[in-house]
């Protein structure tokens, strides 16, 4: 696949990513990655963060983080405010959801403008003295000479309360680790993958949950950008061995998806592999439920 053809394949929506009518509301949007970026900030807000902006997450908003297709995510917030995306909404009124809907909805936006844009599923490890890589998503777009990656839920708060030294528009790249990268630094030898996930919760680390982020990953590179707990095909879990054949799996993946420069070239694994490739229905670790990866009206 020459360059042309993948900046192109990545200025179109996938199937998740597809604003569908609402693309237009995308187009009002600035390009500006730094201005996309506050854009975004002004719709979505963290569900396990609400209280930087001084709130408790209501009941109602616990759900709307299994929310997978773009166009129903805008739909939600046009509905509950019909300003125009570029109005910022109050914290307390803005899409509860995780980071994976943050990097969504800027993919979308950017595709939608014609800018080649993925997202891209690892960890981030912010602060200079942390031991821990947290599960995390982000953007990756193309400026026309590099591929960068780009942390929309970053906003001025959480700059300031978790010390980021950065500028979350151009996260260096031992900041956030696509998941290929800490595999790789895994089977190395030098990263630790207990600390791996999601610190404070016992079991939410581990080999596994790098694998996981791993096929995540190559499916976000193959326009399927699913939830951060859905599981399919081959994803362990944590009673899950890794066996020989897994191994040589994640070692492939890894190995291509860890330069933005050849990421794309995992398209023809996923494509052919159904222990990665996305399934009509997954299964929602969370609720503990099979479900459409496509919404069915």
Not at 29 to 40: G, H, K, N, S, W
Not at 203 to 229: F, H, K, Q
Not at 230 to 248: C, N, Q, Y
Request: negative net charge; proline residues 7%.
């Amino acid at each position: 696949m020459s360059a042309n053809e993948v900046l192109a394949y990545y200025t179109q929506p996938g199937p998740l990513s597809d604003a569908g009518d609402h693309r237009t509301d995308l187009l009002a949007l600035p390009t500006e990655p730094r201005e996309l970026l506050a854009a975004v900030q002004g719709l979505l807000v963290h569900q396990a963060l609400t209280g930087l902006y001084g709130f408790d997450l209501a009941e109602h908003q616990r759900e709307t983080a299994h929310v997978r297709a773009a166009d129903r995510i805008l739909a939600q917030i046009l509905d509950d405010d019909q300003r125009p995306l570029t109005d910022p909404r109050d914290p307390k009124h803005r899409f509860a959801c995780t980071c994976r809907t943050f990097t969504l909805v800027t993919v979308a936006a950017l595709r939608a403008h014609g800018v080649p844009a993925r997202a891209r599923c690892g960890f981030l490890h912010y602060a200079p003295d942390a031991d821990w890589y947290i599960d995390h998503w982000v953007a990756e777009y193309w400026d026309g000479e590099r591929w960068i990656l780009s942390d929309a839920q970053m906003d001025p708060i959480q700059v300031k309360e978790f010390g980021l030294d950065f500028d979350p528009a151009d996260v260096p790249r031992d900041k956030f680790v696509v998941a290929g990268q800490a595999w790789i630094a895994y089977r190395a030898g030098e990263l630790d993958a207990d600390k791996c996930g999601l610190p404070g919760i016992p079991g939410e680390s581990g080999p596994w949950w790098i694998a996981a982020n791993l096929v995540r990953d190559a499916a976000a590179l193959s326009n399927m950008e699913l939830l951060p707990w859905d599981v399919w095909g081959r994803i362990p879990e944590p009673e899950d061995e890794i066996d020989a054949d897994l191994t040589a799996l994640f070692d492939d993946l890894a190995a291509v998806t860890v330069d933005p420069r050849t990421a794309a070239d995992v398209r023809a694994r996923y494509e052919t592999d159904d222990r990665i490739r996305v399934p009509d229905q997954v299964r929602n670790a969370v609720r503990q439920s099979t479900e459409p990866v496509i919404p069915v009206d």
